[in-house]
């Protein structure tokens, strides 16, 4: 097994000492999921839910979550974050084996530094699915949120890695 690298030789919790590491331009992809009744997403695509550009404001929502990811997250690095991109699909009833409708997001960031951007990723897309429920909880309180995963991380001593 792996040491844990946030653990020290007393057990307690620190932030890892980057400082030695080279910096590398590095990216993460992730993504989450937003189920909803088809009513709601009809609203959100159409434009009429009651609070606005639901999407838009998802977007938004998630680039920032992502530049206040380490005031968030305790041992997470504050990183110069390079790229915040949030999308935004929906996702209608017959097109998932599920059969769920709702909203998928990914989100894109991107750093060059010492350390890996998968929580600035992870941050993003929860809270972009976050500000839906946000939005359109008057609509449907059933909302659920889920499958929120990393899908790819690239740079660093690591590589390149794909769920």
Known sequence: MEKLTHIDEKGQVRMVDVGQKDDTK??????????????TLAAIVDGTAPKGDVLACARVAGVMAAKQTSSLIPMCHPLLITKAQVECEPVHAGEREDGLV????????????????????????????????????????????????????????SGIWVR
């Open 102 to 157: 709702g909203i998928r997001v990914q989100a894109t960031c991107g750093v060059t530094g010492k350390t890996g951007i998968e929580m600035e990723a992870l941050t993003a897309a929860s809270v972009a699915c976050l500000t839906i429920y946000d939005m359109c909880k008057a609509m449907d309180r059933g909302m659920q949120i889920g499958e929120i995963r990393l899908l790819r991380k690239e740079g660093g001593k």
């Open 26 to 39: 590095r990216i993460a992809v992730a993504e989450g999921f937003i189920s909803m009744n088809p009513e």
